[in-house]
């Protein structure tokens, strides 16, 4: 089993930062790849970065150049740096694992609200 506890959402306005963490706690040797999901009220849940055992990071192009995704191996925690929020990053972001033995594990989601 693996934990995943989510903090640093919260409300910002446009333009500004906000740096989301996710610690993981348990089985963490079996995790091969971190994420970060988002979801807006209505719409479908979405990708916004992911990061590979190897170090290798993914991201749409939605957020390519504005947000950065990385992890502390020592501390079990990935961290996503999100710069020049927009009112449309504005939903739920969660914290995403892959785990090589035992499927997927979510966090429970924390609100980033972007304002005009």
């Known amino acids: 089993q693996v934990q995943l506890v989510e903090s640093g959402g919260g409300l910002v306005q446009a333009g500004g930062s906000l740096r989301l963490s996710c610690a993981a706690s348990?089985?963490?040797?079996?995790?091969?790849?971190m994420a970060w999901y988002r979801q807006a009220p209505g719409k479908e849940r979405e990708l916004v970065a992911a990061?590979?055992?190897?170090?290798?990071?993914y991201y749409p192009d939605s957020v390519k150049g504005r947000f950065t995704i990385s992890r502390d191996n020592a501390k079990n925690t990935v961290y996503l740096q999100m710069n020049s929020l927009k009112p449309e990053d504005t939903a739920v972001y969660y914290c995403?694992?892959?785990?090589?033995?035992?499927?997927?594990?979510w966090g429970q989601g924390t609100q980033v609200t972007v304002s005009s």
């Open positions: 995403f694992a892959d785990c090589l033995t035992e499927g997927h594990y």
């Open positions: 990061i590979i055992n190897g170090g290798s990071t």
């Open positions: 348990g089985d963490t040797i079996c995790i091969s790849a």
